[in-house]
C-alpha cells in the first residue's frame, strides 16, 4: 500500500509561482509512474503532469509547469511558473506501476494523495 501526501498549495496572483511535493510512504517513488492531476470545481479532473523517466505534460501546462522527482528525499515535485486563473484547482498526486507510463493521461493510476488546493487570482 502506497499513502501520497501532498504540500505546497496555497494562493498566489497570476504570473506567480509554486511548487507542489508528494511524498510518498511505504514504497520508493522512483518504482512508479507518478502523476500530478487537477480537479476545478464543476469540472472533471484532467490530468497535469506524470514522471517515470520520462516527463509527461499536459499541453496546457508546457512550457509552464516542470515534473521531477528527487530520489533521495522520495519526493515527486511540480513546480508551477506562470500560474494562470485557469489553473485554480484542487491538484492531486497519484502513483500507478510504471507498465505504460505514457498512458497517464487517462488517470487510471493505483494510489491517490488527498489534495492540495492552488488558487490563482487575477
Known amino acids: 500500500q502506497v499513502q501520497l501526501v501532498e504540500s505546497g498549495g496555497g494562493s498566489v496572483q497570476a504570473g506567480g509561482s509554486l511548487r507542489l511535493s508528494c511524498a510518498p510512504s511505504?514504497?520508493?517513488?522512483?518504482?512508479?509512474?507518478m502523476g500530478w492531476f487537477r480537479q476545478a470545481p464543476g469540472k472533471e479532473r484532467e490530468g497535469v503532469a506524470a514522471?517515470?523517466?520520462?516527463?509527461y505534460y499536459a499541453d496546457s501546462v508546457k512550457g509552464r509547469f516542470t515534473i521531477s522527482q528527487d530520489n533521495a528525499k522520495n519526493t515527486v515535485y511540480l513546480q508551477m511558473n506562470n500560474l494562470k486563473p485557469e489553473d485554480t484547482a484542487m491538484y492531486y498526486c497519484?502513483?500507478?506501476?510504471?507498465?505504460?507510463?505514457?498512458?497517464?493521461?487517462?488517470?487510471?493510476?493505483?494510489?491517490w494523495g488527498q489534495g492540495t488546493q492552488v488558487t490563482v487570482s487575477s
Open positions: 497519484a502513483a500507478k506501476r510504471p507498465y505504460l507510463c505514457s498512458r497517464w493521461f487517462s488517470g487510471d493510476f493505483d494510489y
Open positions: 511505504g514504497s520508493p517513488s522512483s518504482r512508479y509512474c
Open positions: 514522471i517515470f523517466g520520462t516527463t
